[in-house]
């Protein structure tokens, strides 16, 4: 159940850098920039389906680890309920952040597998302990929204500690996804048609 970090947030991530970045390749977004519209109401408008599809993926992952695989809460399950629709969020922002900027859905898959799937995968966590990876390379992990995820869902569903000890993992992804729409906001208002 622990690949949930990963399925959640590289795949939602991906599509969402694919979308943004196809309307900028086909050019489909002039019409949007001529029309003037509000940029932060134009990416939430984005980050709402994306964030839909995300939150039935991860739905989907966590039935069926209990269904397929019997594996059950080990305490509290309001930490869960509560982190992942926020890291769920976050990997949208991610995407819509790199879509932002890419201005070829090619640049935004390498992008997303480079910054997004391979740092959560590597330094998260999940496959190596953080303590076992090297001093300079281990700070990076700092900057990796799925290392806090991992903590919370081991909690969740190995040790059961609950509040106490991830109190602070919804705090610091709601954090990366201010920081992350902020700057898809400033890509988008960088682009904005001026009259």
Do not use: H
């Not at 979308?19 to 019409?31: D, F, L």
């Not at 480079?114 to 900057?143: A, K």
């Not at 509040?163 to 890509?187: D, H, K, N, Q, Y």
């Amino acid at each position: 159940l622990m690949r949930i970090n990963d399925l959640v947030f590289a795949f939602p991530a991906l599509l969402t850098a694919v979308a943004a970045s196809r309307e900028k390749e086909q050019e489909t977004i002039i019409r949007v920039y001529a029309a003037n519209p509000n940029a932060l109401g134009f990416l939430l408008g984005k980050t709402l389906v994306y964030f839909a599809v995300a939150i039935l993926m991860a739905l989907i992952v966590m039935l069926s680890g209990t269904f397929l695989f019997g594996i059950s809460l080990a305490g509290d399950p309001t930490p869960l309920l509560v982190s992942t629709p926020i890291f769920v969020l976050t990997s949208v922002l991610f995407g819509l952040f790199l879509g932002t900027y890419a201005n070829s859905q090619t640049v935004a898959v390498q992008a997303t597998s480079t910054i997004g799937f391979f740092p959560c995968l590597l330094l998260s966590g999940l496959v190596y302990p953080i303590n076992n990876i090297p001093f300079p390379l281990s700070l990076f992990s700092i900057l990796v929204p799925a290392r806090y995820f991992v903590e919370l869902t081991r909690d969740a569903f190995v040790r059961g500690t609950g509040w106490p000890a991830v109190w602070t993992v919804p705090l610091i992804l709601l954090g990366f996804s201010c920081v992350l729409l902020a700057g898809s906001w400033l890509g988008v208002r960088r682009m904005q048609v001026t009259d």
